[in-house]
């Protein structure tokens, strides 16, 4: 099932405001950024930089995600470790809206998203 058209919007708006506070300055933005998707149930915040053997390609690295879970209206905050697997954020598991997840991360009082 796919997020409702609200949702999205939601997100959208978020995600601005998200972005606005922690992009990195513009003179740098073409060796290191942020970006964010939408894919199903799910929201991804990912890094964008130069790919180390080959600065000419842009990888894009996945820092966290949150996937809405309908029945009970929360969104679940997930990181990524090095072993690429997702893991539950256990100081904040859960959140109640979108904005919380993008604050969490923004956060990231534990240093599991940015490192």
């Known amino acids: 099932m796919a997020l409702t058209k609200t949702q999205i919007q939601e997100i959208e708006k978020a995600a601005a ?18 970006g964010y998707h939408i894919e199903g149930q799910s929201v991804y915040v990912f ?5 180390w053997d080959k600065p000419e390609e842009k990888i894009e690295p996945l820092v966290a995600k949150a996937t809405f879970v309908k029945a009970k209206n ?17 100081p904040f598991p859960y959140s109640k809206n979108i904005n919380q997840f993008f604050d ?3 956060e990231d009082k534990l240093s599991c998203f940015w490192g």
């Open 17 to 34: 405001k998200f972005m606005y506070y922690h992009r990195p300055p513009v003179e740098i933005r073409e060796k290191l950024d942020i």
């Open 47 to 51: 890094e964008i930089r130069p790919r």
């Open 74 to 90: 929360h969104w679940k905050i997930f990181w990524i470790r090095a072993n690429l697997k997702w893991y539950h954020y256990k």
């Open 104 to 106: 969490v991360v923004g």
